[in-house]
């Protein structure tokens, strides 16, 4: 048995170290780097403009509520979520359009060896992309303070935060990069199933607390560590349900994510090719 696990993970590593290759050098996944890029630009400009200016007419609580704004907006409802739709959704069915997933398929690979290493490839990816431009955003949005930040990101709140918005990233990728890994082994045009989802995620202030619970966004507000309340004209009828604890949260993600793979893997297991579609 320790022989099947030890040559599976071979495996693994063998399809993951590929699969990476073909994210970061796919002709078409520029625009993946414009919505990891777009918060950095955002957050420097907003720097640069303060540095420029010589003061400021806010502090840094001000700004940790500003970034928790664009966490929730140009993050997790744009960047992740769009990013996760092409990373994932093309690792079977854009082998499929470039008329390749058959060499995979005449291999001496268990396809659920296949399923895992191209999730896995498609989470480290999305990661590396998400997480570094997070990291990068939350440092340049606070630097024009200078001492009083280093104070804050070593000494107070700010690195605990930016360890909390690490881990909902992670969680999101892993979520919703599970989901569009099934889409796009369902769906031959996975983008129609990606715009629902869009939509379901969109609402969920909206809906009732039964239903806010049935999707992704809600588990991941909880583990915001600054709260990003809606604004706007139709806020008034955003229902208001107490988040669920951290711990419940992620267990809760981790263990969709997983029952998200085991139906991809049910499905990947019956997968034929036919390019005449």
Sequence with gaps: MNRHWSLWWRQIAAVGRLELKKTFFNKRAWWIYLLALAPVILTGGHSLAMLRRGQWSHDIGRDSAIFAGIYHMAYLRMGIFFGCVVIFSNLFRGEMLAKTMHYYLLAPVRREVLLIGKYLSGLLAALMLFAGSLTLSYILLFVHFGPAFWEFFMRGPGLPHLGWYLLATALACAGYGAIFLLMGLLFRNPMIPAATVMVWE????????????????????????????????????????????????????????????????????????????
């Design 202 to 277: 969109a609402i969920n202030p909206f809906l009732p607390a039964l239903l806010k619970k049935a999707s992704v966004i809600f588990y991941l507000k909880s583990l915001s560590p600054v709260d990003a309340p809606i604004q706007g004209g139709w806020s008034f009828l955003a229902i208001d349900v107490s988040p669920p604890p951290a711990w419940l949260a992620v267990a809760g993600l981790l263990l969709f994510s997983a029952l998200v793979l085991s139906l991809a893997g049910m499905q990947v297991r019956k997968l034929e090719i036919s390019y005449t579609e």
